[in-house]
């Protein structure tokens, strides 16, 4: 099970980026999956999180209305869309997947606290400064 992000940068506050995360190796609509990020002398934190089918999402407060989560299960990807950034948003950014039943795409939203994923990518480093 291979995951590999990319799409990070500088970018300036108010700017925009996009990340996106391949994945391989398993059946990638078996799998939920989120965007995780994790700033130096912080705890990594889930940003957004998306069901197996794509039907719920789970962001935290601190991006809702900026961040977008999209999966793409014909290209066995998942993007995070970032608009409106700030320098708090500074952190390194990982995808991670886990296997879960299809339960949370017809009632509730998906997991997305850092313990309850097993698989990991590398991540993407994403800077936002003037």
């Known amino acids: 099970l291979q995951l590999q992000a990319f799409g990070g940068g500088l970018v300036q506050p108010g700017g925009s980026l996009r990340l996106s995360c391949a994945a391989s190796g398993f059946t990638f609509d078996d799998y939920e999956i989120g965007w995780f990020r994790q700033a130096p002398g912080k705890e990594r934190e889930g940003v957004s999180c998306i069901t197996r089918s794509g039907g719920s999402t789970y962001y935290a407060d601190s991006v809702k209305g900026r961040f977008t989560i999209s999966r793409d299960n014909a290209k066995n990807t998942v993007y995070l869309q970032m608009n409106s950034l700030k320098p708090e948003d500074t952190a390194v950014y990982y995808c991670?997947?886990?296997?879960?039943?299809?339960?949370?795409?017809?009632?509730?939203?998906?997991?997305?606290?850092?313990?309850?994923?097993?698989?990991w990518g590398q991540g993407t480093q994403v800077t936002v400064s003037s």
């Open positions: 991670a997947t886990e296997y879960y039943s299809g339960a949370n795409d017809y009632a509730g939203e998906p997991y997305c606290l850092p313990y309850e994923y097993r698989y």
